[in-house]
C-alpha cells in the first residue's frame, strides 16, 4: 500500500533542546561576561520591571550582533533566545549554543518547530528574548515590528516587558575606549481583553521608543494623535 502521508520529521526534534540553566551557560556567560568588559560599560536601568519567576517575554529593539550582551548581563534570569539558523551551522558553536537555550529558526518561512519551541520555553516558565522587528537597524532607528511576539504573550497569557538597548551601534567606535551601552527596562505590559496583535505590538514598540534616544526611535518617533500607550 502506498505511503501518503506527507509528514517530514523535524531534525531539530532528534537534538535536546535545554529549559533550564546548564553549567555550560553558566561558563559562557562569564566568558561573555569578560569579554563585554573590555568593549562596553553596561549601564542597566529598572531592571526590577522583569518579573522575579514566571513566563514572560522580554521584547528589545535590534540594532547590531552584540545586543544579546548587554540584554543578558543587564538581568539575572537567564533568556531563552531564538537565533537565526545560519548562526547554528557550526557542530561546536550550535552545540554551546544550544547548551545555552538557544534555538534556531529559519527566517523567511512559517517555522512551525520555532514557534512551537517558543510556546514551550514560556509554558516552562522562562524568560524568551525576542527582537520584534526580525533584523537589525543597525542604528538607523526602530523597524516596524512584526506581530509574532504579540501572539505568543497573547497565546501563553504572559506579560511582555520592553527593552531599549541603546548604545550598541557606537561599539569600537573609540576603541579601546569603552563604550557606554544603556539597558532600560519598561513596566511589563499585559495583553487586554478583546486585544489584537496589531494593537498589543503597537504598545510594545511605542514604549520601547520612549526608552531610546531620539535618533533610534524610527518609525515610531510619533504616535498618532489620540494614541495613548
Known amino acids: 500500500m502506498e505511503n501518503t502521508n506527507n509528514f517530514s520529521p523535524d531534525p531539530r526534534d532528534q537534538k535536546r533542546y535545554y529549559f533550564h540553566e546548564t553549567r555550560t551557560r553558566r561558563a559562557t556567560v562569564a566568558i561573555l561576561k569578560a569579554f563585554a568588559w573590555f568593549i562596553m560599560q553596561i549601564e542597566a536601568r529598572d531592571a526590577e ?66 514557534k512551537r519551541h517558543s510556546e514551550k520555553v514560556l509554558e516552562h516558565g522562562r524568560v524568551l528574548g525576542l527582537f520584534p522587528e526580525g533584523t537589525r537597524s543597525k542604528g538607523r532607528g526602530l523597524r516596524t515590528a512584526k506581530t509574532g511576539t504579540a501572539r505568543f504573550a497573547l497565546k501563553i497569557g504572559c506579560p511582555i516587558v520592553p527593552m531599549a538597548v541603546d548604545g550598541s551601534h557606537r561599539l569600537f567606535e573609540n576603541f579601546p575606549k569603552r563604550t557606554k551601552v544603556t539597558v532600560t527596562l519598561g513596566e511589563p505590559i499585559y495583553p487586554q481583553p478583546d486585544e489584537g496583535p496589531l494593537a498589543l505590538t503597537d504598545r510594545v514598540m511605542f514604549a520601547i521608543a520612549d526608552m531610546l534616544s531620539p535618533e533610534l526611535r524610527g518609525v515610531y518617533a510619533e504616535k498618532p494623535p489620540g494614541y495613548n500607550v
Open 49 to 114: 520591571n522583569l518579573p522575579s519567576e514566571g513566563a514572560v517575554i522580554l521584547a528589545c529593539n535590534h540594532v547590531t550582533t552584540f545586543d544579546i550582551l548587554p540584554m543578558q548581563l543587564g538581568i539575572s534570569r537567564p533568556i531563552f533566545f531564538m537565533a537565526k539558523e545560519e548562526l547554528l551551522r557550526n557542530p561546536i558553536v550550535e552545540y554551546v549554543l544550544r547548551k545555552g537555550g538557544v534555538f534556531p529558526v529559519y527566517r523567511g518561512t512559517k517555522d512551525e518547530w520555532a
